[in-house]
């Protein structure tokens, strides 16, 4: 195969990716807040060999919203107490270059790898709600252009205040009384169209070189910004054939931009429903749709097409074929007209589909069924692993862990333990290049 | 005494309070982010009892800064880890508002209590050094009193966003399907001078009404704000009088805002040196002020006095009388001045003492003796406890728990066991009144 092992990371949005899975009976009530709830979670995935926690952010919401996104632990808090119940799993969380500092991003995502001895990884977004803009003294969101524009430089200073401290800059020597080197201390000077940025940041090199960076977005903005600067990335795809492009395509574009293809990997999100026997996995599904009430269902799909607003519209009918395309989302809403065109699918249909996968690909079966489905897509190039969105919590999680996993781990395609103590090591990811390898730039 | 127990915090700042601490030879090597190191200090306080850890913070340093600023953990993220090991403690962190955004803040500690059981504080600053301005696109620091303003328009910000939901807002009804109560959810739609901020806060109500809020600063601006707003205040007090006129003036200025002067405890910081033995205690400080080189006392001293460059005056001469008054840190400056006068010191005899208390009063003494002058400050109203800074971890600590707690418990003056689950429990405040008590606000 050539691509060494699958890599799988485990996303988390409060009680699964199921949209109704907070009405699951095995689910705690109040788990959205509870740690306990996510601790357990944690150490079912690091039992399972996963390479990481993915959680989901946002800085808004309205009544409409996933459950998950009302009221929610903020991510890199979480990941601290995580840091503390886990040993080798990664912990990546989300945070938007929109509404943020480089600074403080570059520092939160740093301390973190000190507390989990390099574990830490940062899922680098732009912002997809225009509410978001209303919590932070904008009266409206930024253009899709602009917030790529500026999640670019942000990354770049973020890499570059990530670079402050030297390995070995830190001495502590208390004989001489001499704390740390100053040659080997860097600021970063940066004076760019957004950010204006001295540094050094105060916090010393990265166990792990850097922490990981993850990005998702699939418009052509989204793929640049990624080709040129994530190690990881995360996408929506939903056939064999689509997901074989966008991996190609990424990986060339990497190749342009000077960097090796496995330097790279990408992970399709992927709804997997696990049971013993195939019904007793479609069962499960169908259990969880029925919960969806059909408000839930038309206000996402209406969401995920720009706010376009289906309520014209008979629900047993056809999309209308002049959604209009608009700042947010476009990659997704793009997706799901192909995917309403291929399968015939009703406003109805489609609306208890999207609800239910949430824009992301969705497989059933028995343990080997699935392994099945991810070996397909592993070996076929379209992936190099997956970003499990597994339908509530903890059981769906069980279920892959105690089912599938072992079938992977014996086909070859899985690890049988972590391969390092870092994420990058885990991830089959070489430690990135020093910046002043070579300079002697002082503070 | 009618003001209750004592309330002690531990203030945390790397290795330990005393600038040449991270050179004590019984202070494991590379601490500043080591999760072991403050997870053992964090056991040793909770076993102590002791209210809160109260975690110091700055967003920029240079090669003169304590160690303790150059690398260290982000105060949030390190309480997250640190609310998992503890079960008890209160868990304070500084965050300025001046380089943050009221939404982030607001999250970040509601996030931090739901994960703690309701143990969370934020330490309110506007920021000391000038140089943060130029890590967040600024070229310059905002003045002391647009600092000021903009400080008390982010709390009121902040204690709003955190009133979003009210107590049982959140049902997670899985028969009827309602996650949530609408009428119990209510936006800020806050527009002022430095902020507009629509809300809701995407995280419930705090287990304990609200995070509480720390302030120090003792300018008038300060004093103000921190009448108005704080629960806590942290001061630096040098003398008993000086510290009862201090008690007397916050909790006169309280009243003048309605508040009972119960609702806020005043504890100002206080550098103890504990042996078994005089001797012993005044032993452990001389080893250490011999580890301060003159240079980083003089650097010390003049960063105090609004970066005033004393080279040109004789080390064993007294402070000149012509020191500008600067924007930044008038309080201490003003402390620090009173101080050589008073006691009639030298520059280097002052650079020492400051180097080694940074601005905070130093005691000496065996138990009986160091619990004497706490008393003596508690009873006599200068303070409703104290935040210890104590010189080196963990030994020192180790010495105040193992020594001095016993002692003051048996004078009845400290808790044998926590009063509470949360920290406003064990603090003796009432949960704060919510906004929405008796309106029907919709998101």
């Avoid at 009302?70 to 270059?97: C, D, K, Q, W, Y």
Wanted: aromatic share 10%; glycine share 8%.
């Amino acid at each position: 195969m050539g691509q060494g092992k699958m890599k799988l990371g485990l996303f988390l949005m409060g009680t699964g990716h199921h949209i109704a899975s907070w009405r699951h009976a095995n689910i705690p009530a109040k788990s959205a807040e509870s740690f306990a709830f996510f601790q357990e979670i944690a150490r079912i995935a690091e039992k399972g060999k996963l390479d990481m926690l993915f959680l989901s952010d946002g800085l808004s919401f309205d009544k409409h919203s996933h459950p998950a996104e009302l009221v929610r632990f903020e991510p890199l808090t979480l990941l601290g107490a995580l840091s503390v119940v886990t040993s080798h799993i990664g912990l990546a969380a989300t945070a938007t270059t929109t509404y943020n500092e480089p600074f403080h991003i570059a520092r939160k995502f740093l301390s973190l790898d000190h507390l989990s001895g390099g574990r830490s990884a940062w899922n680098v977004v732009t912002s997809y709600y225009q509410t978001e803009a209303r919590n932070f003294n904008a009266k409206q969101h930024l253009d899709h252009s602009i917030r790529y524009k500026r999640a670019e430089e942000f990354v770049e200073v973020v890499k570059g205040l990530w670079d402050s401290w030297e390995e070995g800059a830190v001495l502590c020597d208390k004989d001489s009384g001499q704390y740390f080197d100053e040659s080997k201390l860097h600021s970063l000077h940066h004076q760019g169209e957004f950010f204006s940025v001295e540094g050094p940041l105060n916090s010393s090199r990265s166990p792990q070189g850097r922490p990981v960076i993850v990005q998702a977005g699939s418009s052509e903005e989204g793929i640049s910004l990624a080709a040129k600067t994530a190690d990881v990335i995360f996408t929506a795809q939903q056939t064999l054939e689509g997901a074989q492009a966008f991996y190609k395509k990424v990986k060339e574009k990497a190749s342009q931009f000077g960097r090796s293809p496995e330097e790279i990997k990408i992970m399709p999100g992927l709804a997997i429903y696990t049971g013993r026997t195939e019904e007793e996995a479609e069962n499960k599904y169908s259990d969880l749709q029925k919960l969806i009430t059909p408000e839930v269902g038309l206000q996402i799909l209406s969401e995920y097409l720009g706010d376009f607003d289906l309520s014209p519209y008979p629900l047993d009918g056809p999309l209308p074929s002049d959604i209009p395309e608009t700042n947010m989302n476009q990659s997704r809403r793009k997706l799901l007209i192909e995917l309403a065109d291929r399968e015939n699918m009703t406003i109805r249909e489609l609306s208890i589909h999207v609800a239910g996968s949430r824009g992301h690909r969705i497989i059933f079966g028995n343990p080997q069924q699935i392994a099945d489905q991810l070996e397909e897509w592993f070996v076929n190039k379209a992936c190099d692993g997956f970003n499990l969105m597994l339908p509530y919590f903890p059981d769906s999680l069980r279920d892959f862990v105690e089912l599938v996993v072992p079938e992977l781990q014996k086909r070859g395609l899985f690890r049988e333990e972590y391969e390092g103590a870092t994420l990058r090591e885990n991830l089959g990811l070489r430690e990135p290049e020093y910046r002043y390898a070579r300079k002697g730039v002082e503070v």
